[in-house]
């Protein structure tokens, strides 16, 4: 079965960094495109960052300039480097998988979450 586990969030001072990383396992064929979603405390889940299969990137607003996402194919990963961090970047961070699998069509996947919190 796929899972996808992520690691890296914990606390942080504003204009601090942090590096935030998800593995996937399982019977993975092939992934599209990977990404990050946060959920803030009353407020709804929001797209952070994509990566699509052919390597272009989007991300929010309000984390242009500050955060970047990358991927490692090989290691069915994928990283969010968040830099200059701010109050508001606390919330919960979600990567998430598009995945065909070998049993499977291709579905999205959806790690565990991981606390960011930043401190000012």
């Known amino acids: 079965q796929v899972q996808l586990v992520e690691s890296g969030g914990g606390l942080v001072q504003a204009g601090g960094s942090l590096r935030l990383s998800c593995a996937a396992s399982?019977?993975?064929?092939?992934?599209?495109?990977m990404g990050w979603y946060r959920q803030a405390p009353g407020k709804q889940r929001e797209l952070v960052a994509n990566?699509?299969?052919?390597?272009?990137?989007t991300y929010a607003d309000s984390v242009k300039g500050r955060f970047t996402i990358a991927r490692d194919i090989a290691r069915k990963s994928v990283y969010l480097q968040m830099n200059s961090l701010e109050p508001e970047d606390t919330a919960v961070y979600y990567c998430?998988?598009?995945?065909?699998?070998?049993?499977?069509?291709?579905?999205?996947?959806w790690g565990q979450g991981t606390q960011v919190t930043v401190s000012s």
């Open positions: 990566i699509v299969r052919l390597g272009g990137t």
């Open positions: 399982g019977s993975i064929a092939s992934i599209n495109t």
């Open positions: 998430t998988m598009n995945i065909f699998s070998f049993q499977d069509a291709a579905k999205d996947y």
